[in-house]
């Protein structure tokens, strides 16, 4: 009983040393990321998904509350592209970057919306979101209704009252080879848009990076 005790102080220990975050499965941490929200996505679906932290995939989002604004949206004050958000996030080990994009109106193979991942020491990695593959319409009526793997449906909805129609959040996962992400650290995350109104315009509802935890002190396993 008295090394069974023991172990289980030396891994309470390494957890408490490891800067491990509460929402957590596998061999990975999952920290939500906040960002500069610009828009409330009420308007789109009155029972649309919030708190802190949301579980949506099986991944926690922090997604704040309605009246609040909860989402950054391309559209809002520039109705052409370019529109620019910079997300910090100075988090190293990053292995998994999830996202929920959906956009408006949409054409199949459009491809105008980028992320750069800047990591320490200079290394930038890009992911380009094709429209109707990584990205689609937030809801069911025209515009582009298709996904692939590995984005998938997280939410569907009935949206407002007028007109009622399906909606739906989608996820996104985008992962790192070692060389990124091995001793460095995500620094920043910047997202572009470059369509325009009436074409296509994407918005971000949540962003959760996934990070291997620090090694901590040593864990024994004590056996008779």
């Not at 998994?96 to 020491?121: K, M, R």
Request: charged share 15%.
């Amino acid at each position: 009983m008295k090394r069974m005790i023991t172990m289980c102080m030396l891994v309470l220990m390494g957890s408490l040393a490891s800067g491990s975050v509460p929402q957590a499965h596998s061999a990975l941490n999952y920290l939500p990321i906040p960002f500069e929200y610009n828009y409330h996505n009420w308007e789109r679906d009155v029972n649309y998904p919030t708190g802190s932290p949301v579980v949506l995939g099986r991944i926690p989002f922090n997604i704040p509350s309605n009246p609040n604004q909860n989402t950054w949206d391309s559209v809002v004050g520039a109705e052409s592209g370019p529109k620019t958000i910079i997300i910090p996030v100075n988090r190293a080990n990053v292995r998994e970057v999830h996202t929920l994009f959906n956009c408006c109106w949409g054409i199949p193979d459009l491809q105008l919306t980028t992320l750069a991942f800047y990591w320490s020491g200079g290394t930038v990695d890009h992911k380009v979101l094709t429209a109707g593959v990584d990205i689609r319409d937030w809801w069911n009526a025209g515009g582009v209704d298709t996904i692939s793997s590995p984005t998938v449906e997280v939410y569907s909805g009935t949206g407002i009252p007028d007109p009622q129609c399906d909606t739906r959040v989608d996820k996104q996962i985008f992962t790192f080879s070692q060389p990124s992400y091995a001793g460095k650290t995500l620094e920043k995350i910047v997202v572009t848009d470059n369509g325009e109104t009436g074409v296509y315009r994407a918005f971000l509802y949540g962003l959760t990076v996934a990070f291997s935890p620090d090694a901590g002190p040593g864990i024994f396993l004590l056996m008779d």
